[in-house]
């Protein structure tokens, strides 16, 4: 049971992470200029990398090969992510409201990421319901 529990989760939590990367790709005109005009060098190049980024970290969790490191290069994705663009009251909304809560979703997401590599590294088991190989605990 706790094995599709797991893989429940890993398709929701992947989801949202590979539908944002497909979307930095497929837009990247339009993420180019809102990038461009939070401040962000390169933008064009810098949102084609964070989408390739998103959709390997995303891709990389969701059938658990290298589930760990597909989580830090999300959570490298939203670290920056959250400097630039969702300060409070900086992007997009009047009152701040929205870019709030965009800020404090980024950071529980980028805690949930922290999570998954620190459970991949203290069990680096395969996964159930993986593609992933298994491994020998290390002590």
């Known amino acids: ?9 890993r398709v929701v939590f992947s989801f949202f992470f590979i539908y944002s990367g497909f979307n ?8 180019a200029q809102y990038a461009a005009a939070a401040g962000v060098p390169a933008p064009t190049v810098l949102t084609a990398l964070s989408g390739l980024m ?3 970290g995303g891709f990389s969790v969701l059938l658990g090969v290298k589930p760990g490191w597909g989580a830090l290069l999300i959570a490298l994705f939203l670290v920056p992510r959250r400097s630039r663009c969702t300060s409070f009251g900086d992007c997009r909304s ?11 979703k980024n950071i529980a997401l980028t805690g ?3 999570m998954i590599y620190a459970l991949t590294t203290l069990n680096p088991a395969r996964w159930p319901y993986s593609l992933g190989r298994s491994a ?3 002590l």
């Open 1 to 9: 049971m706790g094995g599709l529990v797991l893989l429940i989760g």
């Open 24 to 31: 930095h790709l497929t837009k990247l005109s339009g993420y």
């Open 54 to 56: 998103l959709l390997a």
């Open 94 to 104: 009047d009152d701040g409201r929205e870019s709030g809560a965009h800020f404090w």
């Open 112 to 114: 949930a990421c922290l």
């Open 136 to 138: 020998t605990p290390t």
